[in-house]
């Protein structure tokens, strides 16, 4: 059974730091490809970024979200600078067999989700 945990968000203020973390457990970890999403209030959850042997990035969080992962201790990190408050969200982390997506329905694992707020 795929599990995925996150952690690390909080309350922050514009222009501030953030390291959200995963941790999988129960997968081959490095067969998969690891995601960052996040939804806000009334709106559809949104690609944020996504790693493989490569990383991806939605155009908005390029330059100021850097995704990594460390496949000895099955996790994976999103570090995030520079925040906004359009960046408050709850930000999921999701697993995938089927290579780099920016698409949700690609995803078979998710967590439960961590919230992130960005204080103006």
């Known amino acids: 059974q795929v599990q995925l945990v996150e952690s690390g968000g909080g309350l922050v203020q514009a222009g501030g730091s953030l390291r959200l973390s995963c941790a999988a457990s129960?997968?081959?970890?490095?067969?998969?490809?690891v995601g960052w999403f996040r939804q806000a209030p009334g709106k559809e959850r949104e690609f944020v970024s996504c790693?493989?042997?490569?990383?991806y990035y939605a155009d908005s969080m390029k330059g100021r979200f850097t995704i990594s992962r460390d496949n000895a201790k099955n996790t994976v990190a999103l570090q995030m600078n520079s925040l906004k408050p359009e960046d408050t969200a709850v930000y999921y982390c999701?697993?995938?067999?089927?290579?780099?997506?920016?698409?949700?329905?690609?995803?078979?694992?998710w967590g439960q989700g961590t919230q992130v707020t960005v204080s103006s």
């Open positions: 999701a697993a995938t067999s089927k290579g780099s997506s920016w698409y949700v329905g690609d995803y078979d694992s």
């Open positions: 129960g997968l081959t970890f490095s067969n998969y490809v």
């Open positions: 790693i493989s042997w490569s990383a």
